[in-house]
């Protein structure tokens, strides 16, 4: 493909595009399905790149309050060196404003990110397979859950506000619930995905994981986890590690989260 930067158009990211943007991630190895991209776009504003109409370019914008994620920031393997991501980032910036802005960073993004003053603050490390069924844990809750309750301690995880966001799994997925924190289970990309995961100590996220894993038991399923120790022992029930990505944060805002309830487990990569 030979072209010029003044030939691509940056328009807004609608549903008209995901074909497009399945076929990007696919290229680029990302197991996201259709379902997937709607998900995200769902609670988000974007661009696409467009050349002769067609998708070379995704970046998203996911706005949760007081925070925005910046995630699906792929451009086409063809067009790669030419500053389209820097054109990309500079929309999507500008759609989060002053707000604190997250992402997590490839390998190779990770050297535009840190050029637009994104610190690196983290890790994230990704396994997935097959997974063992392990004891089912006492004191979890199946069968029902307090969605209000259950965004308070996100927030107070997170600091997201992801209401709508958690509403919106909640009815797609599976819930594991106690007093001290939950967990979603729903499908995404080869199998299933463990995510969110949010506690107030490891042995609570342990036993939401230890719960999916009885419940799958020899299904495919994914972690996403910023906590080494819950991957860990994500590895004993089968799960391999598949590598990750740097979590990055540009105009940080002061931390009033993560004192009582911590997040063990990504929504996903790109909605934190």
Same mark, same amino acid.
Not at 1 to 7: G, I, K
């Given at each position: ?7 691509i158009?940056?328009?807004? #990211? ?40 067609e ?8 706005v #949760?309050?007081?925070v ?50 994104? %610190?690196?603050?983290?890790?994230v490390?990704? &396994?997935q ?34 209401g709508?966001?958690? %509403?919106?799994?909640?009815?797609? /997925?599976q819930?594991f619930?106690?007093?001290? /924190?939950f ?7 080869r199998? %299933? ?14 036993? &939401? ?13 994914r ?17 391999e ?32």
């Open positions: 493909m030979t072209t010029t930067l003044d030939r158009q940056l328009v807004d #990211f609608s549903a008209d595009h995901l074909p497009g943007a399945v076929r990007l991630s696919q290229e680029a190895g990302w197991p996201h399905r259709t379902q997937d991209w709607a998900l995200t776009l769902s609670h988000s504003t974007g661009v696409v790149a467009l050349q002769e109409g998708v070379v370019g995704t970046a998203l914008a996911s #949760f309050g007081d925005a994620t910046l995630n699906m920031i792929i451009v086409d393997e063809r067009l790669r060196g030419r500053r389209l991501g820097r054109r990309l980032m500079d929309a999507v910036i500008a759609y989060a404003g002053a707000r604190e802005m997250r992402l997590i960073a490839t390998q190779d993004g990770l050297p535009l990110y840190e050029k637009l003053g994104f %610190k690196a603050i983290g890790d490390a990704q &396994f397979g097959l997974v063992r069924a392990a004891p089912p844990a006492d004191g979890v809750n199946t069968d029902g859950y307090d969605l209000d309750r259950m965004v308070a301690m996100d927030r107070a995880a997170s600091g997201l506000e992801r709508d966001l958690l %509403k919106q799994i909640s009815e797609q /997925g819930v619930y106690t007093d001290q /924190g967990a979603m289970l729903r499908d995404f990309g199998g %299933k995905v463990l995510g969110p995961i949010v506690a107030q100590n490891l042995e609570t996220a342990r036993s &939401f994981l230890a719960t999916a894993a009885h419940t799958e038991n020899g299904s495919f399923l972690l996403d986890t910023p906590v080494p120790e819950l991957g860990t022992f994500a590895q004993e029930l089968g799960l590690p598949v590598g990750g990505g740097t979590c990055m944060v540009l105009q940080p805002q002061q931390a009033t989260y993560g004192n009582t309830f911590q997040t063990y487990g990504l929504v996903s990569q790109a909605l934190g």
